[in-house]
Nanobody, 122 residues
Framework: VQLQASGGGLVQAGGSLRLSCAASGRPFDTYDMGWFRQAPGKEREFVAAISRNGGSTYYRDSVEGRFTISRGNAKNTVWLQMNSLKSEDTAVYYC????????????????WGQGTLVTVSS
């Protein structure tokens, strides 16, 4: 499956952004979807995941209550709504697809998008 992430940009602390990830190539609803991020000089880390039918979600603690992952299987798209952004949210954000459940390990995802840069100014 091919993934195309978009929606990044520059935003002030406290602001909001909505990332999108469009999928193509294979049945979208057979994949669990995840968002990861990588800040300069740091390892890629898990942000959020959503199950194939959208019924279950999973977040890293630091974004719980601020970020919301959702998906529209009819549109082959997964979104990440990010509110109350902080400077520490600055990173390149990647979407990923896998079939191993709602997991936080990068190695459990099979397909990756190219990333979209989110910069939060303080």
């Amino acid at each position: 499956v091919q993934l195309q992430a978009s929606g990044g940009g520059l935003v002030q602390a406290g602001g909001s952004l909505r990332l999108s990830c469009a999928a193509s190539g294979r049945p979208f609803d057979t994949y669990d979807m995840g968002w990861f991020r990588q800040a300069p000089g740091k390892e890629r880390e898990f942000v959020a995941a959503i199950s194939r039918n959208g019924g279950s979600t999973y977040y890293r603690d630091s974004v719980e209550g601020r970020f919301t992952i959702s998906r529209g299987n009819a549109k082959n798209t997964v979104w990440l709504q990010m509110n109350s952004l902080k400077s520490e949210d600055t990173a390149v954000y990647y979407c990923a697809a896998g079939r191993r459940g709602l997991v936080a390990l990068t190695t459990h995802y099979d397909y990756w998008g190219q990333g979209t840069l989110v910069t939060v100014s303080s």
